[in-house]
């Protein structure tokens, strides 16, 4: 690999190792890019509070210390500082005001839930309700709409246990409408790894038939998750034979 668009700090009460760490390992894997890109901070309304992500009053901290590295490691490694954001409208102003005011360089899409977070449907939670897959849907493309991500991480975790028809119908939009909107969609190696919902195998013959390439997202919520060479040859094989071929980077979607 020579790209990860998408590490973690401990920031969003989930993940270990120091920035520094994870700089480290990411020189020892051999990548020429590293960019960081924590659980965004989020203003919710009244006393809502969201666990896994950072608060906004660490955002700075973040910024300065992803940036002092940078400068650091300039001749060695590029690394940008970004967010994973998931795309909640009610609040999304605000954030995307918020993110350009602390110099956030971009943002991925990650749509941990679908609605709005406060009220909203977890997204990896299995459901069979076929209004919740295409109100996932839905709303991917309305995060596609502006214009404003740089690619959207395991677009294939909303947990639909019902008809693939259904699956196919609606998730086959939701790739349509990535390859229209020229927003690479993620292989997310957290879920690999681990063996979760995703990513999801009638998600990866939808890509296949458009014939959409895809962007490799370690989803680094350890250093270690940088160094992983026997599961990149299986994801590179996985992919490989299904004819989709990889996008060793990416353009940035710069926010400022
Ligand atoms: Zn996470
Ligand atoms: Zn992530």
């Not at 020229?182 to 009638?202: H, K, S, V």
């Not at 996985?238 to 060793?248: H, M, S, V, Y």
Request: proline share 6%.
């Amino acid at each position: 690999m020579i790209a990860n668009y998408h590490t973690h700090t401990p920031r969003c009460n989930h993940a270990q190792g120091s920035e520094q760490e994870y700089v480290d390992s990411a020189l020892s894997a051999g990548l020429k890019i590293l960019g960081f890109s924590d659980h965004t901070p989020y203003f919710f309304p009244g006393d809502y509070y969201s666990t896994f992500r950072m608060r906004p009053e660490e955002l700075p901290g973040y910024v300065s210390t992803v940036n002092a590295l940078r400068d650091r490691y300039a001749d060695r490694l590029e690394i940008h500082v970004g967010v994973e954001a998931e795309y909640y409208p009610k609040y999304f102003d605000r954030l995307v005001d918020f993110l350009r005011q602390e110099q956030v360089e971009y943002m991925i899409l990650g749509q941990h839930f679908v609605g709005n977070e406060p009220d909203g449907v977890y997204s990896s939670q299995p459901t069979a309700d076929k209004a919740i897959l295409e109100a996932y849907v839905r709303q991917g493309i309305a995060a596609m709409d502006t214009g404003l991500y740089t690619y959207m991480a395991h677009p294939d975790i909303l947990n639909f246990t019902g008809n693939r028809s259904v699956y196919n119908e609606w998730m086959g939009l939701l790739v349509r409408e990535a390859k229209d909107h020229g927003l690479p969609l993620e292989f997310n190696f957290l879920g690999f790894r681990e063996g979760r919902n995703y990513p999801d195998q009638r998600f990866l013959e939808l890509v296949a038939q458009a014939g959409l390439p895809m962007v490799l997202g370690c989803d680094a919520h350890q250093p270690e998750a940088l160094q992983v060479p026997k599961v990149e040859t299986q994801v590179r094989e996985k992919l490989g034979k299904l004819g989709i071929p990889i996008l060793e980077t990416v353009p940035l979607k710069k926010l400022g």
